[in-house]
């Protein structure tokens, strides 16, 4: 009788946690989704502001769209760069833009000066929902350009790892490279696909010490003819769909070689997309070859991760600050394998901001 009595206690407590805890899950489920919707009913409250005021896609210098997380909270973060047109109306805009966060009832600040840059941010508590940069009517495109100072994290070898949480909640644009036909390729291009993140194929290529340094199985070699490169390139590139460009991995023996790598990047050019050489070696003859037949090409400065400790790091992110600040933009490539590299960067990243360089994609060098 006993035994039988303790058994339907233990029931009843096991029934009463699994209660709980389909109460915090809902709890959790509508937290998020309304954060999620306010987010993004904001941002379509601010282009039909934008479009009504005379703003174009043409006006937008620059933007992005980032999924946050934070606790139970999930929310989208957007950035846009706004050249004003003339004849326009500031302050009708900032107005109703003023009204749409008083009815949202979210919280808006703004600094500077609209005759020079002004930023205006709308946030949630302390949840920004939404950062415009507006630059007065008449500002050059180029002076632009020369003004800014601007930074593109590439985060190479994605493919083995299917949670890559870590990186995505660090909230600035990074650019990923997937390796082609890893078990999470495919998965790792969805992610960032349904994000509207843009990422690029991590090719491999041989490296100076193969097959002692093995690039994988799907690597492109120097012994390989025009048709096995063209071909197994497809069959890489099938393997990772979406991508916007392609980068090396590995490589620094085929990328010295200038005839492979024209029948390379002719292949790459004909798929409309562009290439990063990741500048394994100073010999490479992908800059090169790349504006002998057009295509666009653009090289990385800075591996910021070839020893995983904190020490080196922290000294490269350091030398990445200097050459930004000499140099106006530049690329920098690390690794998702690299433990120290999330809480390194986190670090850096007020750094950045401080100096005010500017987190942005590949394809915004491109522009």
């Keep these: 009788m006993l035994k039988n009595q303790f058994g339907i206690i233990k029931f009843a407590y096991v029934l009463i946690l699994v209660f709980l805890g389909v109460l915090l899950w809902l709890y959790w489920q509508g937290s998020t989704s309304n954060l999620t919707s306010k987010s993004v009913k904001l941002d379509s409250g601010l282009t039909y502001i934008f479009l009504n005021n005379g703003i174009s896609d043409a006006d937008i210098l620059a933007q992005s769209r980032q999924e946050k997380v934070s606790g139970i909270s999930i929310w989208v973060e957007y950035y846009k760069e706004i050249k004003l047109p003339e004849k326009i109306d500031v302050s009708k805009l900032l107005k109703q833009i003023k009204k749409l966060v008083v009815d949202e009832e979210l919280d808006y600040s703004e600094k500077g000066n ?9 946030r949630d508590e ?9 630059f007065p009517p008449g500002y050059e495109k180029q002076s632009l350009k020369t003004s800014q100072k601007r930074v593109a994290i590439v985060i190479d070898d994605l493919g ?5 949480s870590d990186f995505l909640n660090l909230g600035i644009p990074i650019t990923f490279a997937i390796l082609p036909r890893e078990m999470y390729s495919k998965h790792n291009a969805k992610e960032l696909k349904d994000k509207n993140m843009p990422y690029i194929l991590h090719l491999p290529l041989e490296p100076e010490k193969y ?22 390139f497809k069959e890489n590139l099938e393997s990772v769909p979406g991508v916007v460009g392609v980068s090396n991995h590995m490589g620094s023996k085929f990328s010295a070689d200038e005839k492979k ?21 100073h010999k ?24 995983d400790t ?6 490269q992110f350091d030398k990445l600050i200097r050459k930004v600040e000499k140099e106006g933009e530049c690329i920098a490539i690390g690794h998702i394998q690299r433990k120290n590299m999330v809480p390194v960067l986190k670090d850096y990243i007020p750094k950045f901001r401080k100096n005010n360089i500017e987190f942005v994609y590949l394809t915004d060098l491109l522009k």
């Design 310 to 315: 904190p020490e080196y790091m922290k000294k």
């Design 284 to 307: 490479s003859k992908a800059k090169k070859v790349a504006d002998d037949i057009g295509l666009k090409c653009i090289e990385n400065e800075v591996f910021l991760d070839l020893e």
């Design 114 to 122: 609209v005759s020079l840059v002004l930023t205006v941010e709308i």
């Design 261 to 281: 790598m024209r029948v390379l990047l002719n292949s790459v050019k004909a798929s409309g997309l562009f290439y990063l050489d990741s500048y394994t070696t």
């Design 126 to 134: 302390d949840k920004l929902f939404s950062k415009i940069v507006f």
């Design 211 to 232: 097959p002692e340094a093995d690039p994988g199985p799907y690597a492109l070699l120097i012994k390989m003819n025009d048709k096995e490169i063209k071909k197994i």
């Design 160 to 164: 083995y790892k299917k949670d890559i």
